[in-house]
């Protein structure tokens, strides 16, 4: 204090140090930005901005005073400039804490309502956990009382399918009907399962679908017998998964696969050819060069009563070669008129 140059100095050093506080005192903590008020911040760092200038020159003031013998008024006014600044401070504080509180407490009630939606979520998949099990159990379970048993969910559709399938639709044991490669029925043994299979379908009507696959020139062709074999066995399989009781696939000696539908209606049948396509699409083949991706464009129509099973799948293999002029990966079908495509 007998120095007036070293408290000038002193006084210049702590000032900038409010400064930077006082910057400071304005930015919002990350919890704060859910709960604060812009409006009462803003006043407040408002506040304490004025009081600190007038705090900042009042010290100045009394810095520059200490060489006259009486400088009470200044440092009066210095007293009463830190007064008002100690309260700006004190009211800033008290704001930031009230602000962190109800943040904590909004954070606090923020997890208790995420823990309650993920425990929701968590029970209601055991819950349909629990009724598909349900259902696979009722459609595995011998019938010894003659009660019929519901399916209480959609996904049980599916596993009901592939059981009545696998139930009717047994592989032929006559190797003359099956083509070697795939495993796959052939022509010969489509054109017999159709005529078992005949007298089953009474109100489905029948759809004939071909499939070729895009690539095969440059990426099938080349391989071995074995695995291209394995190849048409995979795609015949996911074929399955869309097979019911009454349909038919068969892996032609021309390597394209033909499945012949019972649908109740045109919509369902091409909806499940739809599905094969886009189930191909997402499916890796492997082989002994790496993992390929392959892709199918297919022909569909409705069979018509005049016409037999082997000109049905001569005019689907035009629609092939619609679909594949147009990009492939896709199905082309015939319209209502003849001889137009989509």
Not at 224 to 230: M, Q, T, V
Request: some cysteine; hydrophobic content about 40%; overall charge neutral.
């Amino acid at each position: 204090m007998s120095d007036p140059q070293m408290v000038s100095i002193a006084i210049n050093g702590t000032i900038s140090e409010i400064n930077l506080a006082v910057k400071l005192s304005s930015k919002k903590t990350f919890l704060e930005t859910f709960n604060s008020n812009s409006k009462d911040l803003s006043n407040l760092t408002r506040s304490l901005e004025t009081s600190s200038e007038t705090f900042q020159n009042s010290a100045l003031a009394w810095s520059a005073s200490l060489k006259i013998p009486h400088n009470e008024t200044e440092q009066t006014q210095l007293l009463n400039a830190k007064n008002t600044f100690v309260i700006s401070i004190s009211d800033l504080t008290a704001y930031t804490v009230q602000r962190l509180d109800e943040s904590i407490a909004t954070a606090k009630w923020s997890s208790i309502v995420l823990l309650i939606i993920t425990l929701f979520i968590f029970f209601r998949y055991r819950y349909r956990l629990k009724q598909i099990y349900s259902d696979i159990d009722k459609a595995c379970a011998l019938d010894t009382n003659g009660e019929q048993k519901i399916a209480q969910t959609q996904e049980i559709d599916f596993v009901l399918k592939r059981l009545l399938r696998r139930t009717l639709q047994t592989p032929s044991a006559c190797s003359g009907l099956i083509n070697p490669s795939s495993g796959l029925n052939n022509l010969k043994g489509l054109l017999t399962l159709c005529n078992t299979k005949k007298a089953s379908r009474t109100s489905n009507t029948i759809f004939i679908a071909v499939f070729e696959i895009d690539q095969y020139d440059t990426m099938v062709k080349p391989l071995p017998k074995e695995e291209s074999g394995s190849l048409f066995k995979k795609i015949g399989e996911i074929i399955a998964l869309r097979e019911q009781s009454l349909d038919i696939t068969a892996h032609l000696d021309d390597d394209h696969i033909v499945c012949v539908l019972s649908r109740n209606s045109k919509h369902i049948a091409l909806e499940d050819c739809e599905k094969i396509l886009h189930a191909v699409e997402a499916s890796a083949f492997t082989t002994a060069k790496g993992v390929i991706k392959l892709t199918l464009s297919g022909g569909f129509l409705l069979k018509t009563p005049v016409k037999s099973i082997e000109e049905g799948i001569d005019d689907a293999l035009q629609l092939v070669k619609k679909a594949k002029e147009s990009g492939g990966n896709r199905i082309a079908q015939l319209r209502d008129r003849a001889d137009s495509y989509r």
